[in-house]
């Protein structure tokens, strides 16, 4: 399992729009997720991701625009684009009858993979998503977490370069959602991994980069610590030693004072400054507190969680 290495992003999208009725569940999606990444596709429920996934899969026909997977294009109904990419839906079907190796030799099957290769094919896979003791158990037996690890085997088998997921998450408790995590994190030194979820802190947890959809539009694309610094909050927080009290007042004046302190609050020993300027306010900040002798067990700038992110672009439906 390898990333592509031909220089192509793993995923490309240009134009990519698909109307039901009067609802445009995708417009004019243009979308790059390079090589290599863990890809967080991120939108509330009815954001048009699943419509989405199934046009870049080619599961579904764009009413215009194309799609890329791996330098193959998807869209144009090409056959061998499927090579490229292992795809795992919502809400996944299985043959319950079928133990979860018979299940793996059967997707093996259909893609022309050699017996003998299909065999270790099939015992590697098991032991990467931890079944290898539930080969023989069947299916319709498994919990659902047992089951979407079962469904990245899957989607696995024909070794592709690019992993789509579908809310992988969906439906899952605690400890499923844990394990698919876990195995998101693991392979995605190995594959791109693509998967939607309305889910912010599966993303916050895995993802190196995100996208986000509002209403079928793509209004934000960055890497997950370039998100936090771009919306970075102007609150900076100070919090001082015990010993420090009696210097505070005299710090708290100062600094009230400034110019580029738009407002200055204190809770016993911890300041918070809202700057009016924050470039200002970093350059000088530290320098202020060194005057008073200040001994800090804290100093920082305020970030915003991806959940303050989402919600503040998804209401404004624009960044």
Same mark, same amino acid.
């Given at each position: 399992?390898?990333?592509? =290495?031909?220089?192509?992003?793993?995923? /490309?999208?240009?134009?990519? =729009?698909?109307?039901?009725?009067?609802?445009?569940?995708?417009?004019?999606?243009?979308?790059?997720?390079?090589?290599?990444?863990?890809?967080?596709?991120?939108? /509330?429920?009815?954001? $048009?991701?699943?419509?989405? #996934?199934?046009?870049?899969?080619? @599961?579904?026909?764009?009413?215009?625009? !194309?799609?890329? &997977?791996?330098?193959?294009?998807?869209? +144009?109904?090409?056959?061998?684009?499927?090579?490229?990419?292992?795809?795992?839906? *919502?809400? %996944?079907?299985?043959?319950?009858?079928?133990?979860?190796?018979?299940?793996?030799?059967?997707?093996?099957?259909?893609?022309?993979?050699?017996?003998?290769?299909? /065999?270790?094919?099939?015992?590697?896979? #098991?032991?990467? &998503?931890?079944?290898?003791?539930? =080969?023989?158990?069947?299916?319709?037996?498994?919990?659902?977490?047992?089951?979407?690890?079962?469904?990245?085997?899957?989607?696995?088998?024909?070794?592709?370069? &690019?992993?789509?997921?579908?809310?992988?998450?969906?439906?899952?408790?605690?400890?499923?959602?844990?394990?698919?995590?876990?195995?998101?994190?693991? #392979?995605?030194?190995?594959?791109?991994?693509?998967? =939607?979820?309305?889910?912010?802190?599966?993303?916050?947890?895995?993802?190196?980069? &995100?996208?986000?959809?509002?209403? $079928?539009?793509?209004?934000?694309?960055?890497? !997950?610590?370039? #998100?936090?610094?771009?919306?970075?909050?102007?609150?900076?927080?100070?919090?001082?030693?015990?010993?420090?009290?009696?210097?505070?007042?005299?710090?708290?004046?100062?600094?009230?004072? *400034?110019?580029?302190?738009?407002?200055?609050?204190?809770?016993? +020993?911890?300041?918070?400054?809202?700057?009016?300027?924050?470039?200002?306010?970093?350059?000088? @900040?530290?320098?202020?507190?060194?005057?008073? +002798?200040? %001994?800090?067990? /804290?100093?920082?700038?305020?970030?915003?969680?991806?959940?303050?992110?989402? @919600?503040?672009?998804?209401?404004?439906?624009? %960044?």
């Amino acid at each position: 399992m390898n990333a592509p =290495s031909n220089g192509e992003p793993a995923i /490309r999208t240009e134009g990519l =729009s698909r109307r039901y009725g009067e609802v445009q569940a995708v417009a004019d999606l243009d979308l790059v997720v390079p090589a290599g990444a863990i890809f967080g596709f991120l939108g /509330r429920n009815g954001a $048009g991701k699943t419509t989405t #996934l199934r046009l870049i899969t080619g @599961l579904a026909r764009p009413d215009r625009g !194309r799609a890329w &997977v791996g330098g193959l294009e998807t869209t +144009n109904g090409d056959g061998r684009a499927r090579s490229q990419f292992g795809y795992l839906p *919502q809400e %996944p079907a299985f043959y319950g009858w079928m133990t979860a190796a018979d299940y793996l030799d059967h997707a093996g099957r259909l893609f022309h993979i050699p017996a003998e290769e299909r /065999r270790q094919r099939v015992d590697e896979l #098991l032991r990467l &998503v931890g079944l290898e003791n539930a =080969s023989r158990r069947k299916i319709g037996g498994f919990s659902g977490g047992m089951k979407q690890r079962l469904g990245l085997a899957q989607a696995l088998i024909h070794r592709p370069q &690019v992993l789509i997921l579908d809310e992988p998450m969906a439906g899952l408790d605690p400890a499923g959602r844990r394990d698919v995590l876990d195995l998101l994190e693991a #392979l995605g030194r190995h594959v791109t991994v693509f998967f =939607s979820t309305h889910i912010l802190a599966d993303v916050e947890r895995v993802c190196d980069t &995100v996208g986000i959809l509002h209403e $079928g539009r793509l209004i934000e694309v960055a890497g !997950r610590a370039e #998100l936090a610094n771009r919306y970075a909050s102007n609150i900076a927080v100070l919090e001082a030693r015990a010993e420090a009290t009696e210097r505070l007042p005299a710090f708290v004046a100062e600094l009230a004072g *400034q110019p580029w302190a738009g407002g200055v609050t204190t809770e016993e +020993n911890t300041v918070r400054i809202v700057a009016a300027d924050v470039a200002a306010a970093q350059d000088a @900040l530290l320098p202020l507190v060194v005057k008073h +002798n200040l %001994p800090l067990l /804290r100093y920082e700038w305020a970030r915003p969680n991806l959940e303050e992110i989402f @919600l503040s672009l998804s209401e404004e439906g624009a %960044p």
